[in-house]
């Protein structure tokens, strides 16, 4: 990228590129009529890209291609134009008969290729090559199977290995008020502590996330006073405060998902620190408005610390 260019490309990467950012690219760049044939042509391939295509729109998406085709003979010299840009009129048909395109296409055999190709020690003999090391590929992966507590040879750790073992964590102090976010967000997002939130809608509305914590705790604290209290042992643990200081980790995995922190990506070539959090928040249309509503807003950023 230190040259503005992008090589080592595969087919798969030019295709989302297209998809996804090269309308927003060309956004500020080219005529206005050019870039909304381009853009045209990006979201007809995305749309029919997609895992759930309706059947319905099929015809809409034939009708769309044939327009974009028209609009791009229009602003493209003559030399722009093979078989394979008309050969996009015929992919909604082929849909209707086939069914969605990423079920057929060659993306994944041609990363397994490169797998195979791996596989070849002799250039003069690669199809023997291949069939070796597939072979004992396939025996190794069976046996280990059959094998409790063995540790395999070349493949990786998997995630919960990797949790487990809790590499790369350290302890680090934490301020008052990051902690009483963090412990904020718990409680809001366990379903025990729903009752005392559901109690106190209005108080929460004004006060926030400000104070209720501390609430919490008196509040837990003053049903404990009681003999007849059936407060569980969880909401006990939920309303003391947590501990000054946390465990940091470079990387966790949880559902079956396993993120990194941004600093951890700055020294790897894959990048897996971005995440997306659907949120509850509170919209208003101005800033005098009275009647302000609750609705799912979508967040996105980068884990800076994981804890």
């Known amino acids: 990228m230190k040259d503005l260019k992008l090589i080592n490309l595969k087919s798969h990467d030019c295709h989302t590129l297209m ?82 395109v990423w079920l057929r296409w060659m993306y994944s055999m ?30 190794v992966k069976f046996c280990s199977e059959y094998l409790a507590n063995a540790r395999t040879i070349g493949v990786p750790k998997g995630i919960k290995e990797r949790i487990e073992s809790r590499s790369g964590f350290k302890v680090i102090p934490i301020d008052y008020k990051t902690l009483c976010e963090a412990h904020y967000y718990v409680l809001q997002n366990t379903t025990v502590v729903d009752p005392y939130m559901s109690k106190n809608e209005k108080w929460l509305q004004a006060e926030h996330k400000r104070s209720f914590s501390s609430w919490f705790k008196r509040k837990i604290e003053t049903e404990l006073a009681r003999p007849e209290n059936t407060i569980s042992q969880q909401i006990r643990w939920l309303a003391h405060e947590p501990k000054r200081e946390v465990l940091s980790y470079s990387g966790y995995g949880i559902g079956g998902y396993y993120y990194n922190t941004s600093d951890h990506d700055s020294r790897s070539t894959t990048q897996n620190s971005g995440v997306m959090v659907e949120a509850e928040s509170l919209h208003m249309s101005t800033a005098k408005d009275k009647n302000p509503i609750y609705a799912n807003m979508l967040y996105y950023g980068v884990i800076e610390d994981i804890w």
């Open 19 to 100: 998809q996804q950012l090269l309308p927003v690219a060309i956004h500020r760049v080219l005529p206005k009529e050019v870039r909304n044939t381009i853009i045209r042509l990006c979201y007809f391939f995305n749309s029919i890209c997609s895992k759930i295509i309706d059947p319905s729109k099929l015809q809409q998406l034939q009708d769309e291609v044939v327009v974009t085709l028209c609009l791009l003979e229009k602003y493209f010299p003559p030399a722009f134009f093979d078989v394979m840009v008309y050969l996009t009129i015929h992919l909604p048909r082929e849909i209707k008969f086939c069914g969605p």
């Open 110 to 139: 041609e990363r397994y290729m490169k797998i195979l190709k791996g596989y070849v020690r002799n250039r003069h003999r690669p199809e023997g090559c291949i069939i070796e090391c597939y072979i004992a590929e396939e025996a």
